[in-house]
């Protein structure tokens, strides 16, 4: 449906009264009536004080649809319609999720088919779970007793509501009590009736408690839980939450955004005001969390109003605002084991309470400023999933789902999750693979939360990022800055995280602020800038590749990375394979490995300096590494602020050297000119020019429009297998054989020969198209080198002297990727930039100020990057919606020997 309609059929605006664009829209008044109902049924609107109802004229049989269209789609009981489902139709929610679970079985679909609230309230209500109903559908396979054509499976479902949890609070309302029913009731039983038809609606607690349930259980009565605009409720940990699929109707999309907006110190008035949601559909959906034992209203009752409850409440396990029982203290010593490192096992007793984190010397300057305002650690699904999967320990599953399904766990139920964790920690930490790999998450996240509580403030909140996603952009935005001063991200975040929301700041970001650094436009572009990288193909949305690409000659291993997934590691011979992930995305192919599959190493950022080694009184050991010197992170200095920023850089070491770009060669992308490339107008380009991105230390300049060749990979950096005699057995070391590809190298191989003499005769014309590969002999010339940068005598010499005072460990490696962020799967890069962020000045506002600055101004240049890749000079851009959407590639780009242009297809 359209969005500008439902919003005028919500605030009942008639068809006389809508602007003129709705009405060519809707071409006439009866297809607006007919939209009318259909909001109103599939929003379950009352139909007093509706449009709804100046258009269907029968009420009782618009709730009748209301509740055929719910059962039909698996939606929740309406609770908000209770009053005239109830009692004018006499559908209570027993009899409602009856139906729903018949209606499943007569189906025979499977029990994940309910959506996650649905099942939460069938469980509640009928006792029905998945295992339950694994056993129901079994029996109802086996009993061979149909009615009407179809198996009678009621009867194998419950025949009165199971005990449910009641609170003082609620109000019981009578239902439709019919002169057969009063036959049925006693005395105590009758007396409450007779108080609710004549005084109206009556607090639980006033009532003694097993005559309500009897009622209850009887269908006499039903239950309402008011929430005014003045309250405030509290999510601890779900429990008795059901994790099968989201339906994606107006409720539930409203349920998960309260879910990750609402906290103990926010009243529902005030977070509809925050989320612009209506206040009445707020009311709804806490009064829902309240039902379902997902939230606790606080400030309940005063002792005056408890002294009033009845007697047979006493005995009755009534919440109070306490923290669960279940809740472990930190003061939990557990047995720890000698392989633990130090940091990540530090006993419980040994770390301050949570009050006094608030209180540390360190977060002084920060509460002056911000006061109320908390510190938010961004984490995506794939570190809940790493917690629920590991089977790490069975309380940790709980607070998993909760970070899960609310997509937040507040401050005041960290104590809790810290001690599942410190379990864990506990625990025999031998494993291998996935299952290593879920434990270090556990630990590492650990020590992560306790280091970042020492910030101060009034806490610290972990909140998934998808959850902030389901906000528009503009109440994500008045959401974070009314409760945070500060945002730190996990790293790496997956790449199907949209992160756009947190691009506009403040609150200040610790992570990627725009959502072009978490795509693969982000790694052409480390590429691009400083001239270092392996050789790397980005290759758009349906392109067909029939052969390998010439640039990946002599290697065995590719890395593979489609557009919004994480990247895998393939054999060369199975290229052909990206084919079936180009029809759906675009794909990024670098090269990984001659003998074997790289080796990668990661080098944390802020890196340290005299100056702030001696502020934190610990050793400076960064300086002596020889990746720290790569000259790769001289040219990203300035763009990607190291100093005030976190994260990481990835190295690899693919087997080749890297020499990089040219030297005094500035940074350019090459576009090549198409006589199909037009203007969206339809004018072609006059003419193609290179383009650079404008910057202090980077010149522009023009060349020639060439079309660039490869010259063929040195020999002797693939192959060191001697073949004996000309033997066609002899196997090259990478593993990859084909007679095809032998013969085609012999062909070229004579062709050298005689091209080269030819050349010696006369001189090579430039503008001509002709594929040439030369085979360099030197061990200075760069594997990929292009046949018009064939060095000079004096270019060699000089490259000569450079490489030998370079260190031999640096030019092995090559800059791979650069994450921003907490990285969650290594202990020692977690403690250094933990030990940044809390002691280095990372969260100080001088710093997070200038941080603010250079995310712009990164953002800028990355998205003139883009533009570049996509646009000729003085082509339209306006279609790309900068800042918004990250735009997939138009063009197949390549990267190699130190620079960015269009891939020539071969």
Request: hydrophobic share 40%.
């Amino acid at each position: 449906m359209n969005l500008e309609v439902e919003e005028h059929v919500r605030k009942n605006v008639p068809w006389s009264k809508l602007p003129t664009h709705i009405k060519q829209i809707l071409s006439n008044s009866k297809n607006y009536e007919r939209y009318i109902v259909n909001f109103s049924i599939q929003n379950q609107l009352r139909f007093r004080g509706n449009l709804v109802r100046n258009v269907f004229k029968d009420e009782k049989r618009y709730y009748e649809r209301v509740i055929e269209f719910s059962k039909t789609r698996f939606m929740l009981f309406p609770y908000h319609l209770a009053d005239m489902i109830v009692k004018g139709l006499r559908i209570t929610p027993f009899n409602y999720y009856i139906s729903v679970v018949e209606q499943l079985m007569q189906a025979e679909k499977s029990y994940d088919t309910l959506p996650n609230f649905t099942a939460a309230d069938c469980l509640r209500l009928l006792g029905i779970g998945r295992n339950e109903y694994i056993e129901l559908i079994n029996k109802s396979r086996s009993n061979r007793g149909r009615l009407f054509g179809k198996r009678n499976v009621r009867i194998l479902l419950p025949q009165v509501p199971v005990n449910i949890h009641i609170e003082p609070w609620w109000r019981v309302e009578v239902g439709l009590v019919l002169e057969e029913d009063i036959k049925l009731v006693n005395e105590s039983e009758l007396a409450i009736i007779d108080k609710l038809i004549d005084l109206g609606s009556q607090n639980a607690g006033d009532l003694n408690y097993e005559v309500v349930l009897s009622l209850y259980k009887k269908g006499l009565i039903y239950l309402d839980v008011p929430i005014t605009a003045a309250d405030r409720i509290q999510v601890p940990p779900l429990q008795g939450f059901v994790m099968n699929r989201i339906l994606g109707d107006y409720f539930e999309t409203l349920l998960y955004k309260i879910f990750v907006s609402i906290d103990d110190h926010t009243t529902v008035g005030e977070l509809a005001t925050v989320l612009e949601v209506d206040t009445e559909l707020v009311k709804q959906a806490v009064s829902l969390y309240c039902r379902l034992q997902f939230a606790r209203k606080l400030n309940l009752d005063t002792e005056q109003e408890k002294s009033r409850r009845h007697p047979s409440w006493s005995n009755q396990p009534i919440p109070d605002e306490s923290p669960p029982v279940d809740i472990t203290p930190l003061t939990l010593n557990l047995p720890l084991t000698p392989n633990s490192p130090p940091l990540l096992s530090t006993p419980s007793s040994e770390l301050p309470p949570s009050d006094s984190l608030n209180n540390s010397p360190n977060s002084n300057h920060n509460n002056n400023q911000s006061a109320g305002l908390r510190v938010a650690f961004l984490f995506d699904s794939a570190l809940t999933a790493f917690l629920m999967m590991g089977n790490l320990s069975p309380g940790l599953k709980r607070h998993a789902v909760t970070m899960f399904e609310v997509g937040k766990l507040q401050h005041e139920g960290l104590d809790s999750f810290l001690a599942e964790l410190e379990k864990v920690s506990a625990m025999d930490s031998d494993g291998e693979g996935e299952a290593r790999r879920f434990f270090d998450h556990a630990v590492i996240l650990r020590s992560t939360i306790l280091a970042l509580r020492k910030l101060g403030g009034p806490g610290l909140d972990l909140i998934r990022l998808e959850s902030l996603n389901s906000l528009d952009e503009a109440a994500c935005q008045r959401l974070l800055k009314r409760k945070y001063r500060l945002l730190i991200t996990m790293a790496p975040i997956a790449r199907e995280v949209r992160i756009s929301p947190l691009s506009i700041m403040p609150p200040a970001l610790l992570g990627p602020s725009n959502p072009e650094i978490n795509s693969l436009w982000f790694r052409m572009f480390l590429y691009y800038i400083t001239g270092y990288g392996p050789p790397s193909l980005l290759l758009a949305k349906g392109t067909e590749l029939k052969r390998l690409p010439r640039m990946f000659l002599g290697f065995s291993r590719l890395l593979l990375t489609s557009w919004l997934h994480e990247p895998a590691v393939i054999p060369i011979g199975n290229i052909l394979y990206v084919n079936a992930s180009l029809q759906f995305a675009p794909v990024l192919i670098q090269g990984f490995g001659v003998h074997q599959a790289a080796e990668t190493e990661i080098l944390p950022f802020p890196f340290k300096t005299a100056s702030t080694s001696s502020k934190i009184g610990k050793p400076n050991p960064e300086v002596n590494l020889p990746l720290s010197k790569h000259p790769a992170i001289s040219s990203l200095s300035e763009l990607l602020d190291f100093h005030h920023n976190c994260g990481y850089l990835t190295f690899a070491n693919i087997g080749v050297l890297d020499f990089g770009r040219p030297q005094g060669e500035a940074s350019q992308v090459h576009l090549r000119e198409s006589s199909k490339s037009t203007h969206p107008g339809g004018i072609k380009p006059a003419k193609m020019e290179p383009r650079s991105i404008s910057s202090e230390k980077v010149t522009s300049h023009k060349i020639n429009a060439v079309e660039l060749k490869l010259q063929s990979p040195v020999e002797t950096h693939f192959a060191v297998t001697p073949v004996e005699g000309g033997s066609q057995r002899s196997s090259p070391t990478n593993g990859f054989t084909s007679q095809d590809c032998t013969t085609l190298l012999q062909e070229e191989l004579d062709q050298l020969d005689n091209k080269a003499t030819e050349t010696s005769v006369a001189p090579l014309d430039r503008v001509d198209f002709v594929e040439q590969l030369l085979s360099p002999t030197e061990d200075h010339v760069g594997i990929f080198c292009r046949l018009e940068d064939a060095p000079t005598k004096e270019e060699v010499e000089e490259a000569k002297v450079k490489t030998a005072n370079q260190d031999e460990s640096i030019r092995n490696w090559t800059i791979l990727d650069c994450h921003f962020g907490v990285p969650l799967f290594d202990a020692d890069a977690n403690t250094k930039i933990c030990d940044a962020i809390i002691s280095g000045g990372l969260a100080e506002e001088e710093s997070l100020e200038k941080l603010m600055e250079s995310s712009k101004k990164l953002g800028t240049v990355l998205l003139d990057f883009i533009s570049q890749c996509q646009y000729f000079s003085g082509e339209n851009m306006e279609i790309m919606k900068r800042g918004k959407l990250v735009p997939l590639p138009r063009r197949c780009l390549v990267f190699d020997n130190g620079r960015v242009s269009e891939w020539s297809g071969k």
